[in-house]
Protein backbone atom coordinates (compact mmCIF):
# COMPACT_ATOMS: atom_id res chain seq x y z
CA UNK A 1 0.00 0.00 0.00
CA UNK A 2 1.11 3.40 -0.99
CA UNK A 3 -0.04 6.70 1.26
CA UNK A 4 1.41 10.27 0.42
CA UNK A 5 0.41 13.06 -1.60
CA UNK A 6 -0.76 11.49 -5.56
CA UNK A 7 -0.17 7.73 -3.51
CA UNK A 8 -1.17 7.00 -7.05
CA UNK A 9 1.97 8.36 -9.04
CA UNK A 10 4.54 5.16 -8.00
CA UNK A 11 5.34 2.65 -10.74
CA UNK A 12 6.35 -1.38 -9.97
CA UNK A 13 8.53 -3.96 -11.51
CA UNK A 14 9.20 -7.39 -11.09
CA UNK A 15 12.44 -8.93 -13.15
CA UNK A 16 14.70 -11.74 -13.29
CA UNK A 17 17.51 -11.96 -15.10
CA UNK A 18 16.49 -8.45 -16.91
CA UNK A 19 12.72 -10.29 -18.18
CA UNK A 20 10.03 -8.05 -16.48
CA UNK A 21 7.88 -10.68 -14.72
CA UNK A 22 5.37 -8.21 -13.84
CA UNK A 23 4.56 -3.89 -14.34
CA UNK A 24 1.93 -1.67 -12.56
CA UNK A 25 1.94 1.81 -13.04
CA UNK A 26 -0.36 4.33 -11.45
CA UNK A 27 -1.13 1.65 -8.68
CA UNK A 28 -1.90 2.72 -4.91
CA UNK A 29 -2.95 -0.87 -3.71
CA UNK A 30 -2.72 -3.80 -5.57
CA UNK A 31 -1.62 -7.44 -5.17
CA UNK A 32 0.24 -9.47 -7.57
CA UNK A 33 1.49 -13.05 -7.63
CA UNK A 34 4.81 -13.48 -9.62
CA UNK A 35 6.09 -16.75 -11.40
CA UNK A 36 9.77 -16.81 -11.81
CA UNK A 37 11.35 -17.97 -15.18
CA UNK A 38 13.24 -20.47 -13.20
CA UNK A 39 15.08 -20.41 -10.00
CA UNK A 40 17.04 -17.43 -8.55
CA UNK A 41 16.73 -13.97 -7.41
CA UNK A 42 13.60 -11.91 -8.56
CA UNK A 43 14.37 -7.49 -8.34
CA UNK A 44 11.54 -5.88 -7.08
CA UNK A 45 11.21 -2.26 -7.52
CA UNK A 46 9.46 0.75 -6.86
CA UNK A 47 9.41 4.06 -8.04
CA UNK A 48 7.96 7.35 -7.50
CA UNK A 49 6.63 8.89 -10.66
CA UNK A 50 5.98 12.51 -9.20
CA UNK A 51 8.43 14.48 -7.32
CA UNK A 52 5.70 14.58 -3.67
CA UNK A 53 6.37 12.32 -0.56
CA UNK A 54 5.63 8.62 -0.33
CA UNK A 55 5.26 6.13 2.39
CA UNK A 56 5.44 2.19 0.91
CA UNK A 57 4.36 -0.53 2.61
CA UNK A 58 4.87 -4.17 1.12
CA UNK A 59 4.22 -7.84 2.05
CA UNK A 60 6.31 -10.43 0.03
CA UNK A 61 5.35 -13.90 0.97
CA UNK A 62 6.59 -17.10 -0.59
CA UNK A 63 3.70 -20.05 -2.02
CA UNK A 64 6.41 -22.71 -3.21
CA UNK A 65 8.49 -24.79 -1.01
CA UNK A 66 9.75 -27.79 -2.49
CA UNK A 67 11.64 -30.65 -0.44
CA UNK A 68 14.99 -29.42 -2.13
CA UNK A 69 13.98 -26.07 -1.33
CA UNK A 70 13.44 -26.98 2.94
CA UNK A 71 16.07 -25.68 5.32
CA UNK A 72 18.30 -27.87 6.55
CA UNK A 73 21.13 -27.25 9.87
CA UNK A 74 23.53 -26.04 7.03
CA UNK A 75 21.48 -23.24 5.40
CA UNK A 76 21.27 -20.88 8.27
CA UNK A 77 24.45 -19.00 7.98
CA UNK A 78 22.93 -18.25 4.29
CA UNK A 79 20.20 -17.63 5.89
CA UNK A 80 21.52 -14.92 8.27
CA UNK A 81 23.61 -13.57 5.17
CA UNK A 82 21.01 -13.25 3.22
CA UNK A 83 19.00 -11.39 6.06
CA UNK A 84 21.70 -9.23 6.55
CA UNK A 85 21.75 -8.14 2.80
CA UNK A 86 17.97 -7.47 3.20
CA UNK A 87 18.72 -5.27 6.53
CA UNK A 88 21.57 -3.34 4.52
CA UNK A 89 19.34 -2.62 1.24
CA UNK A 90 16.27 -1.48 3.53
CA UNK A 91 18.60 0.80 5.59
CA UNK A 92 19.52 1.86 1.99
CA UNK A 93 16.51 2.93 0.86
CA UNK A 94 15.27 4.79 4.19
CA UNK A 95 18.70 6.76 4.21
CA UNK A 96 17.57 7.33 0.04
CA UNK A 97 14.21 8.29 1.12
CA UNK A 98 15.31 10.90 3.91
CA UNK A 99 17.63 12.37 1.20
CA UNK A 100 14.72 12.79 -1.11
CA UNK A 101 12.66 13.99 1.83
CA UNK A 102 15.36 17.13 2.41
CA UNK A 103 15.93 18.01 -1.48
CA UNK A 104 12.12 18.44 -1.41
Keep these: MVTGINEDQ ?3 TAKQNNKVLAEVENGREQEIEIKPLKNG ?3 LCW ?6 SKKLNFL ?3 KQVTLENQVGSDTIEEVEQQL ?6 LDQMSMNINVQKEVE
Design 47 to 52: EKLDRK
Design 60 to 62: VTS
Design 41 to 43: LID
Design 10 to 12: VSF
Design 84 to 89: GDITRK
